[in-house]
């Protein structure tokens, strides 16, 4: 049982978490109050209803510095689970696991957070076709991480970095004298999947004209949006994006928009209320 996402070290992330907690000194508290050889039995529960993700990243700071220890994982993260699920039970030397704790938790909760507030925004437009996307932004080293939560809770994946697609923006257009010559030398680059950021529906047919492949629909109402997809005619996907709320989402589905992407999913989730708690023997 390891954790395993392509482009994340996950080994170079619980070394450098655990550094910055532990710190030069250590775990002054674990090493004056737990005895050597005393042992810990525990399980990580959820307090809320939660969508989990990344337990067995956070398994992996337990394992760090206590290799003996016992771990295994109760849920799958991706599945829905009810306030009061065990999600992962650990057996091992008491100091080494308590030392691990914070990290351990912090990393399931922010992961599981983003993954449960993902959820939501899914379920909102279940049924209207419509799919739901991640943006870039995301707090910086854990962009893998975060994404990686966002597919738990059943989002997709929309530009790992600057590299996988341009995106053209009213900045790139104005700094390139408009939308046709700013599309036309992303053609002339040979990038294949070219995204152009509309303000109004009066540029879609030159984005288009020019060649994108892909209209990011930026802050209109569901009115405009409608009438947007209609004028695309299915050309390209359409994309809605700027200020996408979860009592806002779903008349923007239906709208017939192809995706709606969401930056508050990885800005604004609140951690998930996760806790480390002993079993008695």
Known sequence: MTFEL????????????????VGEGGDITSRAVIPADARFDG??????????????LAAEFFRHLDPTADIVLLVEDGAAVPAGTELLRVSGRARALLTAE???????????GIATLTRTYVDAIAGTGAT????????PGLRRLEKYATRMGGARNHRMGLWDSAMIKDNHVAVAGGIAPAVGRAVEAGIKQIIVEVDHIDQIAPAIDAGATWLLLDNMVPAT????VQ????????EASGGVRLDTIRAIAE????????GRLTQSAPAADIGLDLVES
């Not at 399980?43 to 067995?56: C, E, F, N, Q």
């Not at 949006?225 to 947007?228: P, Q, S």
């Not at 004028?231 to 359409?238: A, D, K, N």
């Open 6 to 21: 392509d482009g994340f070290d996950a080994g170079a992330f619980v070394v450098s978490t655990l550094a910055e907690d």
């Open 43 to 56: 399980t990580m529960v959820s307090r809320d209803a939660i969508v989990p993700a990344g337990l067995a």
């Open 102 to 112: 914070r990290s351990a938790l912090n990393t399931a909760q922010h992961l599981s």
């Open 132 to 139: 739901l996307l991640d943006t870039r932004k995301t707090i």
């Open 225 to 228: 949006l409608r009438e947007a």
């Open 231 to 238: 004028m695309i005619g299915g050309r390209v996907p359409s």
């Open 255 to 262: 709208t017939g928009v192809t995706y709606i992407s969401v």
